[in-house]
């Protein structure tokens, strides 16, 4: 198994582009999820999934877009991108619900994004 | 509200000393809590988790962790640091029930020196 992917691994854009990061799972897990890591932070929740169809924002939701149309496929949207947006941002993945403690999440290996 | 604090963001220990990374969270409700590490340029990947089991939970690498609730409090130790358990560390909480999923602390950067 590939795990959770993530493409691509680096991007520069300039402000007021868009652009999509991709991220597939190949484990059949229910949940996804995609963070946001800002220097010397913790994770934030942007966007989480239960299944496919179903999304609900998470902690800092405001100027990123997702969908679920796959199990297995998780993309998050910057549609006007800002400065505000540069970050590394982490897709991953659970079974299910985390909370229960009883499905650890598999975190893809990130995409660095700067705006410019 | 849930949230967690990691006390050091920085640790620096000697290759075969022990490893000390604290970690105090806040929770309403029984928490589940997460060690995990992030080595550079990779994505992150879970060391331990407790559960409302042991309090005592022993993870992956020699690592392990104590949950106190007296103290609210999660910290992880190994006995004898290796040259390759330098990366960060990052203690997570999970509230039974919660639809918002993890909350993750800042971080802790360990330094293992020669």
């Known amino acids: 198994n590939a795990g959770v992917t993530q493409t691509p691994k680096f991007r520069i854009l300039k402000i007021g582009q868009s652009m999509t990061l991709q991220c597939t799972q190949d484990?059949?897990?229910?949940?996804m999820y995609w963070y946001r890591q800002d220097p010397g932070m913790g994770l934030k929740l942007i966007y989480y999934?239960?299944?496919?169809?179903?999304?609900d924002k998470g902690e800092v939701p405001n100027g990123y877009n997702v969908s679920r149309s796959t199990t297995e496929d998780f993309p998050l949207r910057l549609e006007l991108a800002a400065p505000s947006q540069t970050s590394v941002y982490f897709c991953?993945?659970?079974?299910?619900?985390?909370?229960?403690?009883?499905?650890?999440?598999?975190f893809g290996p990130g995409t660095r994004l700067t705006v410019l | 509200a849930q949230s967690v604090t990691q006390l050091d963001s920085h640790v620096s220990v000697s290759e075969g000393t022990p490893v000390l990374l604290r970690c105090n969270y806040s929770?309403?409700?029984?928490?589940?809590l997460f060690w995990y590490v992030q080595h550079p340029n990779k994505g992150l990947q879970l060391l331990l988790k407790?559960?409302?089991?042991?309090?005592l939970v022993k993870g992956i690498n020699g690592f392990e962790a104590e949950f106190k609730k007296s103290e609210t409090s999660f910290h992880l130790t190994k006995p004898s640091a290796h040259m390759s358990d330098a990366a960060e560390y990052f203690c997570?909480?999970?509230?039974?029930?919660?639809?918002?999923?993890?909350?993750f602390g800042s971080g802790t950067q360990l330094t293992v020196l020669p």
């Open positions: 991953a993945s659970s079974y299910g619900k985390s909370t229960s403690g009883k499905n650890e999440q598999f």
């Open positions: 484990m059949n897990h229910n949940y």
């Open positions: 999934s239960v299944g496919a169809g179903i999304t």
């Open positions: 929770s309403s409700y029984s928490p589940s």
């Open positions: 407790y559960t409302s089991a042991a309090t």
């Open positions: 997570v909480v999970s509230e039974s029930g919660s639809a918002r999923q993890l909350t």
